[in-house]
């Protein structure tokens, strides 16, 4: 009889993690006489802890492939990091008690760097524990800090939501400046780094278009440079577009959403760092302006989804299927770039020893030297990968996203299990 | 000789304006004989008040054809009203000038309540002026707040867009709650009526799917009833997802997006109604939340245009040239729906004098008894206005829109004018 495999998605969820769940469970279903059936973990991880199995194979084959377009995470994720071997002995045996109920010997982790710990940790439970189990991480992330792999999963859609939305509002802005607003402010996500600011300045292809001005958390905020710059660009273009991280910082290292102004309580403004960035350039130079927050918007996306994104997701989804049964632990498919113009890429695969707790940072030289904008080098990586579209279906003018049964598997075990 | 025509963009722009500016310069194209030149205001009124005209036929039939869709106001817009005839002769005395100085015998005035109102009075400085001009309304705006017409070109697209993101990011919602987010909340435009607000409600086509609160302006906001209503949400569905129209207010009427907290100089909060309404949930129920502020992002998605809404746009810039060939004065063409299912439309036209000033609300049948959703009702009216998409083209992974050469007419009036 073979194995069944595990399954969970980790994290902030994206707009392709499904499309990876898609290529994995199809590329599993290929194998029946390697592979059983594959059990997805309710809400990640929680759900080996807690046996709540969700049986796909109770899924039809139309579903499973609908989730290729279908964003957010089927099966629930969870913000949840398992500790180190050592000091939660419990959870890992706990782990090993559902993993042996239910004959499950692969494991498969779809998640981002907190994950990929996770999955490491997992990996060696065959050499400490004594239970045999190829673990196999799935990368996703939309902030794009996994290192050696090229990029994340996740990113490439989002990067096209912010560059195409960018460029949407300020033809906006640039009718009404004329006589209204001047200035156009967009909050995107990016607490500790700047890829996805970044991926703002993919609307910017000529002298003068929009975004004018990148706010970057890499770059401290300086409010005398910054006004200086929108003044210029409001003089020179008529308007100036702004693209905003919620991760900048003023010179004290605080973050700008929350350095600014309290409430009468005393409480931080809870508006985002757009507001407070709009709010400064009407006082000190007195234009009109509008700005948005995008939020999950941005990471759910769907509908605007990069195809290069949805292709790698998918491909990453299978490769990990593929890189189980060979055998290989402690391993996460990765993305490799073999050529930029035409864009190519393949599949490679790393160590999770050589992934797990390393933060990919943005590198200083894909910011422009004045820190409000990007570089050629920066341009060349990010452009390939929000190429292509992938419209999802729809129907009353809405794109129909599947939501899958999830029937549970049936429990084995008669013990709980209390989450700390 | 044929007179020349003057067509402008006014208001607040949207996905579409530029169909309605499509379908009415190539149909004006197609009647050479009757139609000279199409000028164009640059910014709306304001360009024909300072002589600055821009000449369409300068434009390639591409690049006219791109206009169908590209988001925004192509020759710019204005907020400018005139007065009255009697209280600012000089206005239309100057309009006289430049019409006179450029052969303009159609007026073409494209945009809401205030437009329209601008559209009929200079409508009557043929009889009243003594300077025969054919003027004709287009209409156009994402308030959806235009007499008569089913419904305004502009509108539809908002309304697709905004019913496709609250889907998506309730998707993510959905997948994040077990162990952190549990509340999504997602502020739309609408200042003055619900219409935005309420096509969210197309997202929720079966029990339990969001949105599972819209908070429409027409409602005044009771907090305690609200705070049930999301504690039940999430009692029953594990997460709660709404919609909050920037118009909300509370029994004072005052905008809760300004009612709420001061900061530390005493200013309103900054920003917007989402995180007020997010935060209080927080404060009273302990859940976490994410919310976003869409602004112009919604009614600049061309990436995500409704087709039918294009379509609409698009006839009715070509019904105004016909309505203008037929010599017809101080009308506006407009959309007459002959039935719902399945989904027919035709156009109509309206007398200005019937359109100026008159402001069409959403019917309060049109909302649930609750007072948190729509009906059965509402959702035949609108759910036929997002069908359909109308993907731009893109190139390296962007829409591709269009920047018209905009050249000026060369001056003919030694004369000079200021705006008030």
Same mark, same amino acid.
């Given at each position: 009889?073979?194995k069944n495999?595990?399954?969970?998605?980790s994290?902030?969820?994206?707009?392709?993690?499904?499309?990876?769940?898609?290529?994995?469970?199809?590329?599993?279903?290929?194998?029946?006489?390697?592979?059983?059936?594959?059990?997805?973990?309710?809400?990640?991880?929680?759900?080996?802890?807690?046996?709540?199995?969700?049986?796909?194979?109770?899924?039809?084959?139309?579903?499973?492939?609908?989730?290729?377009?279908? %964003?957010?995470?089927?099966?629930?994720?969870?913000?949840?990091?398992?500790?180190?071997?050592?000091?939660?002995?419990?959870?890992?045996?706990?782990?090993i008690e559902?993993?042996?109920?239910?004959?499950?010997?692969?494991?498969?982790?779809n998640?981002?760097?907190d994950?990929q710990?996770?999955?490491?940790?997992?990996?060696?439970?065959?050499?400490?524990?004594?239970?045999?189990m190829?673990?196999?991480?799935?990368?996703?992330?939309?902030?794009?800090?996994?290192p050696?792999?090229?990029?994340?999963?996740g990113?490439?859609?989002?990067?096209?939501?912010?560059?195409?939305?960018?460029?949407?509002?300020?033809?906006?802005?640039?009718?009404?400046?004329?006589?209204?607003?001047?200035?156009?402010?967009?909050e995107?996500?990016?607490?500790?780094?700047?890829?996805?600011?970044?991926?703002?300045?993919?609307?910017?292809?000529?002298?003068?278009?929009?975004?004018?001005?990148?706010?970057? %958390?890499?770059?401290?905020f300086?409010k005398?440079?910054?006004?200086?710059k929108?003044?210029?660009?409001?003089?020179?273009?008529?308007?100036?577009?702004i693209?905003?991280?919620?991760?900048?910082k003023?010179?004290?290292g605080?973050?700008?959403?929350?350095?600014?102004?309290?409430?009468?309580?005393?409480?931080?403004?809870?508006?985002g760092?757009a507001?407070?960035?709009?709010n400064?350039?009407?006082?000190e130079?007195g234009h009109?302006y509008?700005w948005?927050?995008?939020?999950?918007?941005?990471?759910?996306?769907?509908?605007?989804?990069?195809?290069?994104?949805?292709?790698?997701?998918?491909?990453?989804?299978?490769?990990?299927v593929?890189?189980?049964?060979?055998?290989?632990?402690?391993?996460?498919?990765?993305?490799?770039?073999?050529?930029?113009? %035409?864009?190519?890429?393949?599949?490679?695969?790393?160590?999770?020893?050589?992934?797990?707790?390393?933060?990919?940072?943005?590198?200083?030289?894909?910011?422009?030297?004045?820190?409000?904008?990007i570089?050629?080098?920066c341009?060349?990586?990010?452009?390939?990968?929000?190429?292509?579209?992938?419209?999802?279906?729809?129907?009353n003018?809405l %794109?129909?996203?599947?939501?899958?049964?999830n029937?549970?598997?049936?429990?084995?075990?008669?013990?709980?299990y209390?989450?700390?």
């Open positions: 009889m073979p495999a595990f399954y969970a998605q994290g902030g969820v994206t707009a392709v993690i499904n499309a990876s769940a898609c290529g994995l469970i199809e590329t599993a279903r290929q194998h029946p006489d390697k592979i059983g059936k594959v059990y997805a973990g309710r809400n990640g991880i929680i759900g080996a802890l807690t046996e709540d199995l969700i049986d796909t194979s109770q899924e039809s084959d139309a579903d499973i492939a609908a989730l290729r377009h279908t %964003p957010s995470g089927a099966f629930g994720s969870c913000r949840f990091k398992l500790k180190g071997l050592e000091e939660s002995r419990a959870e890992y045996e706990r782990l559902v993993f042996k109920a239910h004959d499950i010997g692969y494991f498969f982790y998640g981002g760097g994950s710990d996770t999955s490491h940790k997992v990996s060696q439970i065959g050499e400490k524990m004594g239970y045999p190829i673990c196999v991480g799935v990368p996703k992330t939309v902030d794009n800090d996994l050696i792999t090229d990029n994340c999963p990113f490439g859609s989002v990067a096209k939501y912010v560059a195409v939305s960018i460029r949407e509002a300020s033809f906006d802005v640039a009718s009404m400046a004329k006589t209204s607003t001047k200035i156009f402010v967009m995107v996500m990016g607490r500790h780094a700047g890829w996805i600011a970044a991926a703002g300045g993919l609307a910017a292809e000529k002298e003068g278009d929009a975004p004018h001005i990148i706010l970057f %958390p890499e770059i401290v300086d005398d440079k910054f006004l200086a929108v003044d210029a660009s409001v003089k020179k273009n008529g308007y100036c577009s693209v905003v991280s919620e991760g900048v003023n010179k004290n605080q973050f700008l959403a929350e350095a600014g102004t309290r409430d009468a309580f005393g409480h931080a403004q809870l508006g760092v507001p407070v960035v709009a400064m350039i009407k006082e130079l009109k509008h948005a927050v995008a939020d999950y918007l941005q990471r759910s996306a769907r509908h605007i989804a990069s195809k290069t994104d949805v292709e790698q997701a998918y491909a990453l989804g299978k490769a990990a593929e890189l189980a049964l060979e055998g290989k632990n402690a391993v996460m498919p990765t993305i490799v770039r073999t050529s930029n113009n %035409p864009y190519k890429w393949e599949v490679g695969s790393a160590n999770l020893a050589d992934v797990a707790n390393v933060e990919k940072k943005m590198p200083f030289y894909f910011i422009s030297e004045d820190g409000f904008g570089t050629a080098k341009r060349e990586y990010l452009q390939p990968l929000i190429l292509g579209e992938d419209y999802p279906p729809y129907q003018g %794109p129909q996203y599947v939501v899958l049964k029937s549970a598997v049936p429990k084995k075990l008669s013990t709980t209390n989450l700390k």
